[in-house]
């Protein structure tokens, strides 16, 4: 059974920075595709970023140069370095996960296809 754990959320001015973090077990992480979410008040969860199993990211494209996806395979943790956040960003955080032999994973996919999924980090961005 995989579990996920997220941290790392917090209260921080607009152009501020977080690094969140999400510690996983009962996985191997060469067969997953990992994914940040994020869910804003009254929307709908989307995706942010993914890595897949053997390390290739991909980004929505309203983060791409302000968001990094990382995986430490060896700590077993998922980070995701933010820079640059606006206001926009704000919203509940998640950590997902879900079985990868080699197919997508790429940030368009839907929340409805991952398996695996931590309780969340909220993050507030105030301008």
């Known amino acids: 059974q995989v579990r996920l754990e997220e941290s790392g959320g917090a209260s921080v001015q607009s152009e501020g920075s977080l690094k969140l973090s999400c510690q996983a077990s009962g996985y191997t992480a060469s067969r997953y595709c990992m994914a940040w979410f994020r869910q804003a008040l009254g929307q709908e969860r989307e995706a942010v970023a993914t890595?897949?199993?053997?390390?290739?990211?991909s980004y929505a494209d309203s983060v791409k140069g302000r968001f990094t996806i990382s995986l430490n395979n060896a700590k077993d943790t998922l980070y995701l370095q933010m820079i640059s956040l606006k206001a926009d960003d704000t919203a509940m955080y998640y950590c997902?996960?879900?079985?990868?032999?080699?197919?997508?994973?790429?940030?368009?996919?839907?929340?409805?296809?991952?398996?695996?999924w931590g309780v969340g980090t909220q993050v507030t961005v105030s301008s």
């Open positions: 890595i897949n199993g053997a390390g290739t990211t």
């Open positions: 997902a996960a879900d079985g990868w032999s080699g197919g997508y994973c790429d940030a368009d996919r839907g929340a409805s296809s991952f398996d695996y």
